[in-house]
């Protein structure tokens, strides 16, 4: 904050700001098995997928969640709730891997211009990108979420659970 960089009162703001950021994450401890069962209305399919992603995490144990994403909209729903998995956004756009920086419980992961646009080539490179830096292992479930690139929908229309394989 301005307060805190220039500000008579810097140690007290940021102190301040702790005790926020603190409480929020108290407050928003995950609420997706309700919101999931009926109680609130998606009006989007994006997030709707996303709200999926992150039920299964929780009754799969899953190991992790990737959001392959344009614009990073996947990735913000997914950082609205506590997840049980991690969540990896992966992006091809360097604006967006600096704007998922910024996100919640999301570890921006910026895709090399050479996977090209090809959905399974960046589901490939995401996954094996995941087992080399030892964040998944050959055999956990792992939670996918994208667009499909078919006409109709702008955004994440498809979940697929797969079991990482050793490759």
């Given at each position: ?164 394989s050793g490759k």
């Open positions: 904050s301005a307060e805190s960089a220039a500000g008579k009162y810097p140690v007290e703001a940021v102190e301040a700001l702790v005790r926020t950021c603190i409480e929020a994450e108290r407050s928003g401890e995950c609420r997706v098995d309700s919101e999931v069962r009926g109680s609130v209305q998606f009006d989007r399919v994006d997030q709707t997928v996303a709200m999926a992603a992150l039920y299964a995490s929780r009754h799969l144990s899953l190991k992790a969640i990737v959001a392959l994403t344009h614009s990073g909209t996947s990735a913000l729903w997914l950082s609205r709730y506590i997840s049980h998995a991690p969540v990896y956004a992966c992006t091809l756009e360097l604006e967006t891997y600096r704007k998922l920086a910024l996100f919640r419980h999301v570890q921006p992961m910026l895709l090399p211009a050479a996977v090209g646009q090809d959905r399974e080539a960046q589901l490939e490179y995401a996954q094996l990108a995941l087992l080399k830096d030892g964040l998944v292992s050959a055999g956990d479930r792992v939670a996918l979420t994208f667009g499909s690139q078919r006409g109709g929908i702008n955004g994440a229309d498809s979940l697929r659970i797969i079991e990482v």
